[in-house]
């Protein structure tokens, strides 16, 4: 091993010297001048590691950055949330290492995950949704680790408000609840006939209230009229919709960004194609799967917007110091395969106001 140009292996190596020649004194005076020539040596290596400071290997710090993700739909966070960190600096296996934990739109190995996050002390945990960030921000809670959220719907559920969180907690609101009544309309646009809509809910979901309201209050001031159904489960909204999903029920479909029932979308969207039931998501992701539009944030930009926040927490700022920041931009998406099959003429207006066509 060598530090700074001196070869420990080397100067190990003088201890063994056996002084096989000359006379005792010419031995003495040898093994007087090894043991002379090691002692400045290491005298040498003391005052480098002194004005030096540590070796290079153990210089650079390493932060361990935990994650927690209710389902697979918001791991484009992560992605984009690591890669903007390399950008930045962050090597990851040199001067970070990442624990990503998976909650898979199961709420109690949800909370389970944010315990063992806590317990783990990392130098700073990422989260992606309000399912998600709910139970790290009470896991974390008086144990000063910083938490960054790269999306949630309702930030104002675990911080004081967006000036200031007043705890450990920072982060980006997705705009979910204030963008419900902006969805509603790109719907009664895409399809101008509707004057029912199937709205799903989850009733365990951290947003259910405000999500209700949002709901309830867009479609009063539509005129339309909402078929309230409750799910509580991914397995739970796939049978509904096997056995119940008809367009006698209504004529289209409305959901809010819970993680249960988005998780359940993808399974249940050849149903809605079936029955020729139209849908607006906030999550563009959807939108590829099948759904006829998508108005919202993009979740890989939404991660690298928060290792921005992220790296400025490591170099020192406080998280209660950085303001909840909006998206940066909100994408509209349209799906016209499944406007096809659904029977649906988009309008060339809605068309030119279109971020992405999927064709």
């Given amino acids: 091993m060598s530090y700074y140009g001196i070869d420990y292996a080397y100067l190990r190596g003088f201890r063994g010297i056996k002084a096989g020649f000359g006379s005792p ?22 005052l480098l590691v002194c004005s030096m400071g540590v070796p290079e ?40 290492k990442y624990g990503i934990l998976n909650a898979h ?39 000063n680790i910083p938490v960054v959220f790269l999306s949630a719907g309702n930030p104002l559920a675990f911080v004081k408000s967006y000036a200031s969180s007043g705890n ?15 969805r509603m309309e790109l719907l009664k646009e895409l399809a101008p006939g509707i004057k029912k809509l199937i709205s799903l809910n989850n009733p365990n979901g951290e947003n259910y209230r405000e999500n209700l309201k949002a709901t309830r209050d867009a479609a009063k001031k539509l005129g339309l009229k ?45 149903y809605m194609v079936r029955e020729k039931l139209p849908s607006v998501s906030l999550n563009i992701a959807r939108v590829k799967e099948g759904a006829l539009a998508g108005y919202g944030p993009d979740y890989f930009a939404l991660g690298q917007q928060g290792a921005v926040l992220v790296d400025k927490i490591l170099k020192g700022a406080r998280p209660s110091d950085l303001p909840i920041e909006q998206p940066l931009k909100l994408h509209l998406v349209i799906n016209l395969k499944t406007a096809k099959a659904i029977g649906l003429k988009i309008p060339k207006q809605i068309l030119l106001r279109a971020d992405e066509l999927i064709e």
């Fill in 25 to 46: 004194l010419e031995k003495g005076a040898l093994w007087e001048g090894v043991v002379k020539m090691q002692r400045t040596l290491l005298f040498v290596f003391s």
């Fill in 57 to 96: 290997a153990s210089a650079q710090k390493i932060y361990h950055i935990g994650a927690a993700v209710a389902n697979d739909q918001f791991v484009p966070a992560i992605e984009g949330f690591k890669k903007r960190m390399a950008e930045l600096g962050y090597v990851e296996g040199k001067n970070v």
């Fill in 105 to 143: 739109g199961d709420l109690e190995k949800m909370r389970s995950i944010a315990t063992v996050l806590a317990q783990e002390k990392p130098d700073l945990i990422v989260t992606s949704s309000t399912t998600a960030t709910a139970p790290v921000a009470k896991a974390s809670a008086g144990t």
């Fill in 168 to 182: 450990n907690l920072t982060g980006i609101s997705t705009a979910s609840i204030d963008l419900t009544p902006k």
């Fill in 226 to 270: 909402l078929v309230e159904i409750d799910v509580t489960s991914v397995d739970e909204t796939i049978q509904w919709a096997k056995e119940h999903l008809k367009r006698k029920l209504g004529e289209g479909v409305f959901y809010p960004p819970d993680a249960v029932i988005l998780n359940a979308i993808p399974k249940i969207l050849p």
